[in-house]
T-cell receptor
């Protein structure tokens, strides 16, 4: 089974801090994604990566950046955390088959609180 | 813009009964893929079922089946013989062509009761 591991289940940080959320997958997937999940809004894509050192903005990239130095690891960075970034963050990965019919596999999520 | 609409924020069904969750989507693409994901209270999102838009036959996975109406851009999920373990948030999502990004709906919270 594919395993997507997020480094923290719960995280509390202060306004203005630089925050790193880490995600590792063990199935050699090309694609990796970061979402935030908020009640009533579903999942919204922040950034995704289809290869090492490659990244593309999703729907809500403002205030975030990402890093993918190795294929298995995809990091989400909050450059200067703000209270409106308090949310559940989900990481996912998927195989690239030439088509987008491959399902995404998700981690357990990180509940981030910015005080 | 591509959108997914789930008009039922919450639903409840008794154990062993059948329930249908609705989903509509909007895209100008002709080639796309549709998914239903389940997020139980333990939070890990898992795939329930998927459908290729070019296939006319509705997908089924054990107790889960879809009613895919391409002209109406509708993709509903039917859960038969509901079980307590089906209690979860259900998200409808789709992706187009060769892109890998998923567009999600806002979710339906399903509660299965005794």
């Amino acid at each position: 089974d594919v395993k997507v591991t997020q480094s923290s289940r719960y995280l509390v940080k202060r306004t203005g801090e630089k925050v790193f959320l880490e995600c590792v997958q063990d199935m050699d997937h090309e694609n990796m994604f970061w979402y935030r999940q908020d009640p009533g809004l579903g999942l919204r894509l922040i950034y995704f990566s289809y290869d090492v050192k490659m990244k593309e903005k999703g729907d809500i990239p403002e205030g975030y950046s990402v890093s993918r130095e190795k294929k298995e690891r995809f990091s989400l960075i909050l450059e200067s955390a703000s209270t409106n970034q308090t949310s559940m963050y989900l990481c996912a990965s998927s195989l690239w088959s030439g088509y987008s019919n491959q399902p995404q596999h998700f981690g357990d999520g990180t509940r981030l609180s910015i005080l | 813009a591509q959108t997914v609409t789930q008009s039922q924020p919450e639903m409840s069904v008794q154990e062993a009964e059948t329930v249908t969750l609705s989903c509509t989507y909007d895209t100008s693409e002709n080639n796309y893929y549709l998914f239903w994901y389940k997020q139980p209270p333990s939070r890990q999102m898992i795939l329930v079922i998927r459908q290729e838009a070019y296939k006319q036959q509705n997908a089924t996975e054990n107790r889960f089946s879809v009613n895919f109406q391409k002209a109406a851009k509708s993709f509903s999920l039917k859960i038969s013989d509901s079980q307590l373990g089906d209690t979860a948030m259900y998200f409808c999502a789709f992706t187009t062509g060769t892109a890998s990004k998923l567009t999600f709906g806002t979710g339906t919270r399903l509660q299965v009761t005794l």
